[in-house]
């Protein structure tokens, strides 16, 4: 099925993540494991490849959230950007700063989110740090 241009960025679809996306964001930084395992698809097809690890499927997602140390994990939005494709597919790409012992620290995000029966599921992530300028 095609998307039509009128249905990109359908106000009330691009609303709908606009709230959902904070509960991520805090689920993050408070290193609330159980939402965000809960915020992927429970698939073996999910993926995450993050800053220094690529995970495949829902339990090597759940096992890294669960190992991850929940230290230095605040972070601040700079920019943060949904765009969606229908009432059901959307991507969340985000800037953001983080503040460490050893200097900031700036990076990106992006994830495509896809709106199962039982709601909005992160199916692919990528997270990357931008080099030190």
């Given at each position: 099925?095609?998307?039509?241009?009128?249905?990109?960025?359908?106000?009330?679809?691009v609303?709908?993540?606009?709230?959902?996306?904070?509960?991520?964001?805090?689920?993050?930084?408070?290193?609330?494991?159980?939402?965000?395992?809960?915020?992927?698809?429970?698939?073996?097809?999910?993926?995450?490849?993050?800053?220094?690890?690529?995970?495949?499927?829902?339990?090597?997602l759940?096992?890294?959230?669960?190992?991850?140390?929940?230290v230095?994990?605040?972070?601040?939005?700079?920019?943060?950007?949904?765009?969606?494709?229908?009432?059901?597919?959307?991507?969340?790409?985000?800037?953001?700063?983080?503040?460490?012992?050893?200097?900031?620290?700036?990076?990106?995000?992006?994830?495509?989110?896809?709106?199962?029966?039982?709601g909005?599921?992160?199916?692919?992530?990528?997270?990357?740090?931008?080099?030190?300028?």
């Amino acid at each position: 099925m095609a998307i039509h241009p009128d249905e990109v960025n359908l106000p009330d679809v691009v609303a709908e993540l606009h709230e959902l996306y904070p509960r991520y964001e805090q689920a993050l930084v408070t290193n609330d494991v159980d939402t965000l395992v809960a915020m992927f698809w429970a698939s073996t097809e999910v993926m995450r490849f993050g800053v220094a690890e690529n995970l495949y499927g829902h339990d090597e997602l759940e096992a890294f959230r669960k190992g991850r140390p929940a230290v230095n994990l605040a972070r601040t939005v700079d920019r943060l950007d949904v765009v969606a494709f229908g009432g059901d597919f959307a991507s969340v790409t985000l800037e953001f700063s983080r503040s460490t012992p050893q200097g900031d620290v700036r990076g990106r995000q992006s994830q495509v989110w896809v709106r199962f029966p039982a709601g909005w599921r992160i199916v692919s992530a990528h997270v990357s740090l931008l080099p030190r300028g």
